[in-house]
């Protein structure tokens, strides 16, 4: 399994925080760009964020900015998704995806590996 997704709950209450990791194995991590994506109930599977293979560059989905962080620790062939202030809206399927180039690409079809998904469910 190249990508592992790890959650420290799938439950938490409105406001309150939670991180996901993704775990890289088997592949030279810091080749790739990293997505995260969540697909939520009775929608299609949407782009939340991404990071450049370096760390120096993210995109945020505009309802995730200012409350989700992207963060990547290529020594640990990891990457995060620092999510507060969650909503209810939030609640959802969770997963990661690789591509091996330096950036993000334009497309959810461009990533090459994808992790299991996790489910976050958010409840007041």
């Known amino acids: 399994q190249l990508l592992r997704v790890e959650s420290g709950r799938d439950s938490v209450q409105v406001e309150e925080s939670l991180r996901l990791s993704c775990i890289g194995s088997g592949l030279t991590f810091d080749d790739y760009a990293i997505g995260w994506f969540r697909q939520l109930p009775g929608k299609e599977r949407e782009g939340v964020s991404c990071i450049s293979s370096s760390g120096g560059t993210t995109y945020y989905e505009d309802s995730v900015k200012g409350r989700f962080t992207m963060s990547r620790d290529n020594g640990r062939a990891t990457a995060y998704l620092q999510m507060n202030s969650l909503k209810l809206e939030d609640t959802g399927t969770y997963s990661c995806?690789?591509?091996?180039?330096?950036?993000?690409?334009?497309?959810?079809?461009?990533?090459?590996?994808w992790g299991q998904g996790t489910q976050v469910t958010v409840s007041s």
């Open positions: 995806a690789v591509r091996r180039r330096p950036y993000c690409p334009g497309s959810a079809a461009q990533f090459e590996y």
